[in-house]
């Protein structure tokens, strides 16, 4: 088993900045990849970025390119989630998601285990 919690959310402005963190544990030595969703009321979850947990290379949606950068520390075994220029729409539930497999590509909801979610709430 793995545990995710993430930690960071909160309430910002437009145009404001947040870093999102999700501390793993557990049995992560098998894991392939870490990746970030997000979930607006009413809609569905979303892919927003991921990264490979080992070699750290990165994919992300393209609502979100070149505003968030996602990123790892492994000695602490965490992740982050940077978020610039954050606009109203990006205004969710974020959750973090570990997964053991390359079944499906990689920003698929097709992850092992979710952390709880944190709230992000950008206001204009």
């Known amino acids: 088993q793995v545990q995710l919690v993430e930690s960071g959310g909160g309430l910002v402005q437009a145009g404001g900045s947040l870093r999102l963190s999700c501390a793993a544990s557990g049995r992560t030595s098998s894991m392939t990849a870490m990746g970030w969703f997000r979930q607006a009321p009413g809609k569905e979850r979303e892919f927003v970025a991921a990264?490979?947990?080992?070699?750290?290379?990165?994919v992300y949606a393209d609502s979100v390119k070149g505003r968030f950068t996602i990123s790892r520390d492994t000695a602490k075994n965490t992740r982050y989630l940077q978020m610039n220029i954050l606009k109203p729409e990006d205004t969710a539930v974020y959750y973090c998601a570990a997964r053991d497999h390359w079944r499906t590509p990689w920003g698929t909801p097709d992850y092992n285990f979710w952390g709880q979610g944190t709230q992000v709430t950008v206001s204009s």
């Open positions: 990264i490979r947990w080992i070699g750290g290379s990165t």
